[in-house]
């Protein structure tokens, strides 16, 4: 059974080899609202998911540890095995989804462990796992679905309680459920009257739907950015503990998810994966009741892939109307794209590309295009640009 004792246990267990991540103020997340960070992104091995792994292998018997121990992960669990294992001087092996990060997976080479990579999503790399268990003789090291692991993942709620013991609200990530089953037990049994709250990827709601359907579901499919928390079918301790100690469970969009991990480095200068900003985008986009509030905002997890990091950016720059690609039909005679680039460099846009062709055989035969990526500070700042324009005559035919 999970309990107090066996949380202050993995706090004591864990003071060897992880930090105390600090609890950061950021007021422009939601200005209505007192939002703080509790920046587990600035963990050991860039996420949370080392607390629950190095407390349950140090929990282990010396005959399971001769075995070596095997694991499945999207990534951050890995981490977290590898570097528990390593330190106990055991074997490790994780499974991994193909899809992986690249940076997920040579980081957990580099922490000691050997890696499978398996097709398909974290479920298929669960699956392979066991099977390799029960051939090797592996001990298996499960990602949230184990007592010893939540507990691991509780202590982060000790530590909000010691740093913040007057919030009103905590927002946390759910995948399998591990993080927020360990600290919504580890607040509520201190503090009921703190609320918590799950946040879940709407392209990964196995939680939200199962706790609104009153029995665990599983997903036919998941697809979203954050694939630190896109598992189809929560845990049976985890469904149970996130059902009575949780208050309320939202889903965020991969656009609003996009928005939160672009508003992290421009606002607080810190790196957030997809799984980590979804707790983000919750108290961002209002999705959870704060306002007024002193609320923390989980910030489970930094380990993203650069390329992805990149297309996230872009994408949260073009959804926050300060990126663009206007499209727009003139007559085919000289001056017409001076006057556009006169109008735009008046208002303060900032042209980063320009394309010009000829209009295709439905358009007036003296007709041609230009595609201009446009830079600009906001969406009324790209609806002035694009007004002036069309008081000018031009014609925008896509924006």
Do not use: W
């Given at each position: 059974m999970l309990t107090l004792d066996r949380i202050y246990k993995a706090s004591h267990v864990l003071k060897e080899v992880i930090r105390t991540t600090d609890l950061i103020k950021a007021p422009k997340i939601?200005?209505?609202?007192?939002?703080?960070?509790?920046?587990?992104?600035?963990?050991?091995?860039?996420?949370?998911?080392?607390?629950?792994?190095?407390?349950?292998?140090?929990?282990?018997?010396?005959?399971?540890?001769?075995?070596?121990?095997?694991?499945?992960?999207?990534?951050?669990h890995a981490q977290g095995v590898a570097l528990a294992a390593t330190k106990a001087g055991i074997k490790s092996l994780i499974c991994l989804p193909d899809g992986a990060p690249i940076s997920k997976v040579e980081a957990t080479k580099s922490y000691g462990a050997e890696v499978c990579l398996v097709e398909g999503v974290y479920d298929d790399a669960y699956q392979k796992a066991l099977q390799l268990r029960d051939e090797k003789g592996y001990t298996f090291i499960h990602p949230f679905d184990d007592e010893n692991v939540i507990a691991g993942q509780g202590t982060i709620g000790l530590e909000l309680l010691d740093q913040l013991p007057d919030m009103d609200a905590v927002v946390v990530p759910i995948g399998g459920g591990g993080l927020i089953s360990g600290v919504a037990y580890a607040i509520k049994q201190l503090n009921p009257n703190i609320k918590v709250y799950g946040v879940q990827a709407a392209g990964a709601p196995s939680m939200a739907n199962s706790v609104a359907d009153g029995k665990i579901e599983r997903l036919d499919g998941v697809s979203t950015i954050a694939d630190g928390i896109a598992v189809k079918e929560p845990g049976a301790n985890t469904f149970e503990l996130v059902k009575e100690y949780v208050d309320e469970i939202v889903t965020?969009?991969?656009?609003?998810?996009?928005?939160?991990?672009?508003?992290?480095?421009?606002?607080?200068?810190?790196?957030?994966?997809?799984?980590?900003?979804?707790?983000?985008?919750?108290?961002?986009?209002?999705?959870?009741?704060?306002?007024?509030?002193?609320?923390?905002?989980?910030?489970?997890?930094?380990?993203?892939?650069?390329?992805?990091?990149?297309?996230?950016?872009?994408?949260?720059?073009?959804?926050?109307?300060?990126?663009?690609?206007?499209?727009?039909?003139?007559?085919?005679?000289?001056?017409?794209?001076?006057?556009v680039a006169s109008i735009?460099?008046?208002?303060?846009?900032?042209?980063?590309?320009?394309?010009?062709?000829?209009?295709?055989a439905n358009s007036d035969i003296n007709g041609c295009f230009l595609r201009i990526q446009l830079e600009t500070r906001n969406f009324e700042h790209l609806n002035e640009i694009k007004q002036a324009l069309s008081d000018k005559g031009f014609k925008i035919v896509a924006s």
């Open positions: 939601n200005p209505d609202a007192d939002v703080y960070l509790k920046t587990e992104n600035l963990q050991v091995t860039g996420s949370f998911k080392v607390r629950g792994a190095y407390f349950k292998i140090s929990q282990l018997s010396d005959e399971e540890k001769a075995k070596g121990v095997i694991a499945c992960s999207a990534g951050n965020v969009t991969d656009d609003e998810i996009s928005g939160a991990i672009l508003a992290l480095i421009e606002q607080q200068k810190l790196i957030a994966e997809g799984a980590g900003a979804v707790s983000v985008a919750a108290v961002m986009f209002n999705k959870v009741p704060v306002k007024g509030k002193k609320v923390v905002c989980l910030v489970s997890g930094g380990n993203i892939d650069v390329t992805i990091l990149s297309r996230v950016i872009r994408r949260g720059l073009v959804k926050s109307g300060r990126n663009c690609l206007l499209t727009i039909q003139l007559v085919d005679k000289p001056g017409q794209l001076t006057g735009i460099a008046k208002l303060g846009g900032n042209v980063t590309a320009v394309h010009h062709e000829r209009a295709d």
